[in-house]
DNA sequence: ACATAACTACCCATTAAGGGGTAGATCGCC
DNA sequence: GGCGATCTACCCCTTAATGGGTAGTTATGT
């Protein structure tokens, strides 16, 4: 048999604590190394003891979770991180994952669910509490009604004017380039932030450049 | 009971789209309405018919599944739509879930499984099978915009108001964010517009978001 | 104790940008 | 011919952004 998983565990209830660490012991192949009440504290705890797997709650007063989860990876901390939270806000999970976390459980799971997403992630692959996986599902839609800018119809000069916007060119020099007047410019550029549902040239310049329109 | 769910199967093969129909068959509340063994064959039952459910392979010779999926969805067809694969590749499923799919099913998933899939799809919620949910969690990290310090030394409000910009935001947003007065926002700016020689913010929004600065 | 850097806040000024309008020229289409 | 879309150009005005200054506070290191 190989070396048990070696756990910290950071929550600010002594009560989910005391669980979890009866959890692990009943699977026998983890080994609790450290328990912390804080997200400061659990950091120190981290380096100092570099787990191979830390349980993580989202919800704690002061450092929230998703804060100390950025701290960690910011440190360079490669342990496998999961989230345990009671959340099932689509924003947590999106946010979470993208800190990098590596599952995202509830803590009303099932415990033998429990082990099963915790393995999965000492495994290499993000455990996921089944009841959330339609709300990835919905947030990478969201990005796709976002696309939509990209179907509406600007013409073919506004589309010349986006791109020349998304070099950050000001008026004058879009204007100065197409060899038209400063004030035809600005009509355009009126005119595509409108269509495009833009406050600002800034807005549209960013998002140009993020979808490729550079 | 109420009424069976009208399903709709577009597969090229005909072997499988006689596994589908025998194991509809088998939960007995759906009812085969039409078969199609391609795309374009497909979009036509579909629009006849309005089925409740299209079961839609993934890979078919000719029109491609996520070809026909966008199609019926810019068609207005509102039926939900599963798609059902072989392929376990990250892409396919983005661009699948992109297209408007209701679900996203492997072939070689037990029947069971497959109908607890679909009949959650019918239920409103995004169906996917569950060896898939991690690729759709990696999907989204490789969005998550990585730091990346840049070598001119930013202070760090000059970094952070920077990441502001890069978002799109005014002047106004970002001191109502950062809770100071946007005068001082304007002295950030000035200062890092003058490190990183911009000569306005919409060079330095692009500049960040091409080189990554969330 | 002193110097420095960073953050804050305000003063001044000019230019840039945004939002509304009218209007002429050109082109394709019913 | 008339209609609508597009591109052009100008009018108006308000707001946003930029570039310069001084200056107080705090923290950090010499």
Redesign the interface.
Known sequence: MTDPTRVLIIDDHPLFRRGLSQLLELARSFALVGEAASGQEGIELARRLDPDLILLDLNMTGMSGVETLSTLRDLGIESRIILVTVSNAPEDL?AA????ADGYILKDNEPDEMLALID?AMHG????S?EL??L??????E??IV?QRSQVALTERETAILKY??????NKLIARELDIMEGTVKVHIRNLLKKLK??????????A??NGL?
């Open positions: 999106v994952i993208r800190a990098g999965a692959r993000t455990a996921i089944p996986t339609s990835l599902a919905t947030a990478l839609r990005e796709r696309e916007l998304a070099a950050g060119m000001s833009f406050r600002s040239r800034v807005e549209a310049a960013v998002w450049v993020a550079s």
